[in-house]
């Protein structure tokens, strides 16, 4: 046990160390939501009426309702951000150096997963406070209910980078993969829309948006911040975030995976 939490400090210090390093990475993951927040959103304001839904007790401006999809935003960035580091890292021949450690294997990626989620809920704050400032405020309770949300959606979303990162042969053909599943993501959820004005459009839109793993985090981070519980969407969260776990180890899994079958 002590021999697992020190390999944990280790590879988080790591990971920290890293961002530091790379403060246009910092920069970057808090310029995406900002332009939404405060440009996109407000030429969209008088486009989009939104109706009482929970958790929302009255109506609310365009900008409060797209602030858990910015918040699920980020972590969909910095997921993928931490899996193109795990790309660099085996190319560069240094992840191979980590994953001689005695540790288990499993645990190794799942020490990355953590302290790459670690990094995200601080720039989720750090967007939370800036937002604040501009007048988009919170329940004071939900800022901190909303961290444990935070956590499992940035598990669930490192996992499923974690897992394409096993798939991926070469650091070139990283961004490209990253279009085809970050964009989609982002784009058929609740993050910028409501699921009433989904179904409104297209009933098939609507349910591949409802069949979606990122809606349910960024509902479950609506819920969060105003200091309630969605038990469905924590339960979809926690479920897609064991099966893209699940494919990351097989796929680091030299007997059995992608890692094998690339030497």
Known sequence: MRGAVLVLRAIAAREA?????????????LVRPLVWLLVFAAGFRAALGMSIIPPYQT??????????????????????????????????????????SPMPRWWLLVCKLIGSTLISIL????????????GITMPLAGYVAVLPA????????GGLGLALSSFIQQLENFAGVMNFVIFPMFF??????????????????????????????????????????????????CAAGMVFLALALWGYDPARGMIRRKG
């Not at 935070?150 to 979303?157: K, S, T």
Request: proline share 2%.
């Open 188 to 237: 058929l959820s609740s993050a910028l829309y409501p699921l009433w004005r989904m179904a409104e459009s297209s009933e098939i839109l609507h349910d591949i948006c409802a069949f979606n793993p990122f809606t349910h985090a960024v509902e479950m981070i609506r819920f969060a911040l105003y200091a309630q519980v969605n038990f469905g969407a924590m339960a979809v969260t």
């Open 150 to 157: 935070l956590f499992l959606a940035g598990l669930m979303l």
């Open 17 to 29: 160390l890293r961002f530091v390093r790379q403060r246009e990475r910092f920069v970057a993951a």
């Open 123 to 134: 720039q989720v704050y750090t967007f939370l406070v800036i937002a604040a400032l501009f």
């Open 59 to 100: 109506y609310v401006t365009y900008e409060t309702y797209i602030i858990p999809g910015l918040c699920g935003m980020i972590l969909l960035f910095n997921g993928m951000q931490s899996s193109l580091s795990l790309v660099y890292d085996r190319e560069m021949g240094s992840m191979r150096l980590l994953l001689t």
